[in-house]
Nanobody, 129 residues
Framework: QVQLVESGGGLVQAGGSLRLSCSASGRAFSFGRYVMGWFRQAPGKEREFVATINRSGSSTYYADSVKGRFTISRDNAKNTVYLQMNSLRPEDTAVYYC????????????????????WGQGTQVSVSS
């Protein structure tokens, strides 16, 4: 069983920055064998993909809406994945979720929410105009 805990959300003005963290833990858990992803859900909208990173951190993939503004990274020694969010916009306001899925592939990333089987509880990000 993998537990994911997000932190770092908050209220920021448009143009500002936030860094989200997601700490992973679990019995006999090997963080370096999991593809990690960030998703978000705004009020009244479906959950949407934000960013994903492969097991080693050498490969990333972003939604078009955040490309060039957000950066996903991971520290396998700390069992943590990060989402650096710059140039924030009011439309980035949402609950942000961290997700993990075990994979045997060293190069795979994953943008489909239904492929993930471990989710955090979410952290609120609010961007004021």
């Amino acid at each position: 069983q993998v537990q994911l805990v997000e932190s770092g959300g908050g209220l920021v003005q448009a143009g500002g920055s936030l860094r989200l963290s997601c700490s992973a833990s679990g019995r006999a858990f090997s963080f370096g064998r999991y593809v990690m992803g960030w998703f978000r859900q705004a009020p009244g909208k479906e959950r949407e993909f934000v960013a994903t990173i492969n097991r080693s951190g050498s490969s990333t993939y972003y939604a078009d809406s955040v490309k060039g503004r957000f950066t996903i990274s991971r520290d396998n020694a700390k069992n943590t994945v990060y989402l650096q969010m710059n140039s924030l916009r009011p439309e980035d306001t949402a609950v942000y979720y961290c997700a993990a899925v075990f994979t045997l592939s060293p190069i795979a990333t994953q943008s489909e929410a239904q492929k993930y089987n471990c989710w955090g509880q979410g952290t609120q990000v609010s961007v004021s105009s």
